[in-house]
């Protein structure tokens, strides 16, 4: 079975930053892409980022400019970097994994929540 281990969400106060971190482990033999989502109270999961095998990425707009998505092939690890958090980033961040091959899997982490007061 898959496993994604996530890390590295807190509280944290408007304008700081954080860093997540999540590890991929079990039976993967080729991931095409990964990323992060995330959902806030009352609304609906959305994309963050994402980062391909290629390198290529892709950012909501809201966070633009302000969170670096980067992974680690080897180590099947990908990293999001929160910067000038505010509050409308309050959410359950979920870490995203999609395997390539004959068959595509997607896999999901239990999600780590952030919290940015004002």
């Known amino acids: 079975q898959v496993q994604l281990v996530e890390s590295g969400g807190g509280l944290v106060q408007a304008g700081g930053s954080l860093r997540l971190s999540c590890a991929a482990s079990?039976?993967?033999?080729?991931?095409?892409?990964m990323g992060w989502y995330r959902q806030g109270s009352g609304k609906q999961r959305e994309l963050v980022a994402a980062?391909?095998?290629?390198?290529?990425?892709d950012y909501a707009d809201s966070v633009k400019g302000r969170f670096t998505i980067s992974r680690d092939s080897a180590k099947n690890t990908v990293y999001l970097q929160l910067n000038s958090l505010k509050p409308e980033d309050t959410a359950v961040y979920y870490c995203?994994?999609?395997?390539?091959?004959?068959?595509?899997?997607?896999?999901w982490g239990q999600g780590t929540q952030v919290t940015v007061s004002s």
């Open positions: 995203n994994v999609q395997t390539s091959g004959s068959v595509t899997y997607v896999y």
């Open positions: 079990g039976s993967i033999f080729s991931i095409s892409t």
């Open positions: 980062i391909t095998v290629g390198g290529r990425t």
